[in-house]
């Protein structure tokens, strides 16, 4: 099972930008999806994350601003940033605990990450 992520960059504050994770491979199924952020000289915190049923949760810093959605067809994450503030500059990774489709097992699985940068 392999995680890509996407969608990374340079964003001005007040902007938006959106972040998407695809997972492929022996895939039976999907159980939750999150997307993490490490800035430098910190630990990787909970950014948001949302259950098979849809149920969603968000750390108190992107509430109202963040909005994480999934697409089961195509085993994918998203991650709608609007209003980014230069304290979300940070690499985000995507995890996913996945039901593997040989042993019926899951096993939570990570993203590389991808960097994104709220300047002006």
């Known amino acids: 099972v392999q995680l890509q992520a996407s969608g990374g960059g340079l964003v001005q504050p007040g902007g938006s930008l959106r972040l998407s994770c695809a997972a492929s491979g022996s895939i039976f199924s999907i159980n939750a999806m999150g997307w993490y952020r490490q800035a430098p000289g910190k630990q990787r915190e909970l950014v948001a994350d949302?259950?098979?049923?849809?149920?969603?949760k968000y750390a108190d810093s992107v509430k109202g601003r963040f909005t994480i959605s999934r697409d089961n067809a195509k085993n994918t994450v998203y991650l709608q940033m609007a209003s980014p503030k230069p304290e979300d500059t940070a690499v985000y990774y995507c995890?996913?605990?996945?039901?593997?489709?040989?042993?019926?097992?899951?096993?939570?699985?990570w993203g590389r990450g991808t960097l994104v940068t709220v300047s002006s």
């Open positions: 949302i259950t098979s049923g849809g149920s969603t």
């Open positions: 995890n996913m605990v996945v039901v593997r489709t040989y042993d019926r097992l899951a096993y939570s699985y």
